[in-house]
């Protein structure tokens, strides 16, 4: 699309927004800052239209908390409450019946349901108290299981910590949107991811990966990592999720203390590292998150 | 009417993890059908596939005789109960029934019926006004079951739907669970990682682990027949003891940590034409099958050990005792009124009529 079809587009957007029909005459602006313009005014004589299409643009910040202020006071917003914001991802386009249902569980005005796009959807839902983390993940259960029995659609979802004031809400959307990108990565099967215990993921989805690539070669290489199979992952994560404990991994996995020894021994053979010392531990831990890194960047 | 088959279902993610590897099962109509393993061993993934919340990556799931691999989760006739039940808190609990019918465009007729006869088989009816806040869990769940029933869906599917709640409500639910599915026909499928629940309520479980089926029987025959260790130890509460053992020549016994136990006949046999004679095995037992009792250790003179207790457990009904033998912490279910306490030396008899051999490298069940 050409400047001119890409300015066309948005004048009738406005238009449609305002009711007005506009022109462009004269104008000392570039090409490009006459589209940002066009975009701007858009955005704001959209977010008029409804709550939610406000909560959007200030989620995604189209819109300054100055500009926000007067439809903060507009849409009796009270800025001043602790507040979650989940982000969620289905698996595929979800449908109207999605939004009913969602919208059903958020009765109370100070509430939001954005919908971001065909895929992704933010609920803001306020608390009377600073919720738990117990309550939190209770909350974000809840909306997986009631989409998935109710509306027999697949999500995932990403929080962060919760917010006191309104105006934080933005930063807690990039936080979430990441979130969740950073645990499709290195947690993929999983389908709750907290910004705040990404741990580790989110540390290393900020190296390169061509440095990934060298690490992992210099210590477990990928081809070596691509052929473990299921059942070693699994029990070298959960002996890694019991803190390096024989007694209590063997009786989590339902295995022979025995065997479990001989398989960290077989995997010792293959690899030269011995998860039962803590530094080798270290290592094996670390590139099994960088191979899953390397697997779902490439 | 709902008869299900999964053919050589198997579901592998984009990052390589293969969690259920070649699960084949046929569930008969109106079956209680319970996936049960540790967590991470693919039963969710499982029950998920056939709901059509995670793609089959290979294989066929039929209902019906339909395959029904690409057919949308809503067009499968089926309906779900979670553990995380949300209710919508300002609709009331016949409303909290009836929304989703709604959302379909159900006539209203038809869903008042609908609810009106989940609310009965539920015993809600003198709480269809209510409003969420005003129930206990266990209402809360069974407004939970309701929105599934009024769906009369030909299967069931339920994942966990219990581990919210405590102890005692759990036992209860458990109960009205099994009373639904007599009342309602249908076939279920149930997930859980709690064996007592699975042995109670299934009428055929589904042993996995790590994505594979280890065994599929009548909790009965799990119990008494488990075909490997991993199900030996799994299925049973305390988990049976698992002792590394010698067998001599002719299989007739077994050293263990010093003392030879004599094998019965049967086992012998198993013993020696799997081609096991002076082998090393392991030895499993369960905790109600190791006796302190002066009767038994007399009668049964050929299968005793000592042991000194390190811990004595009162439960009411009976006792666990547990000590060390071989390396290994043993435990033993006793009858109250047994004089032993914590640092005595006692004698035990092994029941080796019930004792089971594994395989030490395999862990394949030799002879139950």
Known sequence: MNYDEKKEKLLEQLSKATGINFQISDSELSDEETINKL??????????????????????????????????????????????????????????????????????????LVQIDSKHIALIVHFETIPTEEEIIQTANEYLDMLESEAFISFKVAYDLPVHRFTDLPKAYKDTVLAMHIGNIFKGTDHI????????????????????????????????LAGLDAETLNLLEAFFDNDLSLAETSRKMFIHRNTLIYRLDKFADLTGYDVRKFSDAITVKLSLMLYNYIRATK | MADIQLKNINKKYPNG???????????????????????????????????????????????????????????????????????????????????????????????????????????????????PKALSGGQRQRVAMGRAIVRNPKVFLMDEP?????????????????KLHDSLGATMIYVTHDQTEAMTLGTRIVVMKDGVVQQIDTPANLYQKPCNLFVAGFIGSPQMNFLDGTLNADCTAIQVNGASLQIPPAKTKALMEAGYA?????????????HDSQIFVDTQASSV??????????????????????????????????TARGGDTVKFALDMEKAHFFDKDTEVTIAN
């Not at chain 1, 299409?53 to 908390?65: D, G, P, V």
């Not at chain 1, 698996?91 to 509430?111: C, H, N, T």
């Not at chain 2, 219990?162 to 099994?178: F, G, H, P, Y």
């Open chain 2, 17 to 131: 993890f293969h969690a259920v590897k070649d699960f084949n099962l046929d569930i008969k109509d109106q079956e209680f059908i319970i996936f049960v393993g540790p967590s991470g061993c693919g039963k969710s993934t499982t029950l998920r596939m056939i709901a059509g919340l995670e793609e089959i990556s290979s294989g066929e799931l039929l209902i019906d005789g339909k395959l029904m691999n690409d057919v949308e989760p809503k067009d499968r006739d089926i309906a779900m109960v979670f553990q995380n039940y949300a209710l919508y808190p300002h609709m009331t609990v016949y409303d909290n029934m009836a929304f989703g019918l709604k959302l379909r465009k159900v006539p209203k007729d038809e869903i008042d019926k609908k609810v009106r006869e989940a609310a009965r088989i539920l015993d809600l009816e003198k709480l269809l006004d209510r409003k």
């Open chain 2, 278 to 290: 002076s082998k090393q095995v392991i030895l499993g037992i369960r905790p109600e099958d190791i």
């Open chain 1, 39 to 112: 975009k701007e005014m858009v955005v704001r004589f959209n977010v008029l239209d409804s709550k939610s299409s406000f909560y959007r643009a200030f989620l995604i910040k189209e819109l300054s908390y100055s500009d926000a202020a007067g439809y903060i006071h507009r849409f009796h917003i009270n800025e001043d409450m602790p507040r979650m914001l989940f982000y969620l991802e289905s698996q595929g386009d979800y449908s109207k019946e999605v939004v009913s249902l969602l919208k059903s569980l958020l009765p109370d005005s100070q509430d939001a």
């Open chain 1, 193 to 224: 991811y907290s910004y705040s215990t990404l741990g580790l993921g989110r540390l290393l989805y900020n190296i390169p990966a061509d440095e990934v690539e060298t690490y992992l070669n210099n210590h477990i290489n990928i081809d070596l």
């Open chain 2, 305 to 338: 050990i000592e042991a000194t207790i390190s811990v004595y457990e009162l439960l009411g009904a009976e006792v666990y005792l547990y000590f060390d033998y071989a390396g290994t912490q043993v435990t033993a279910r006793v009858d109250p009124r047994t």
């Open chain 2, 162 to 178: 219990l581990s919210n709640l405590d102890a005692k409500l759990r036992v209860q639910m458990r109960t009205e669970i099994s």
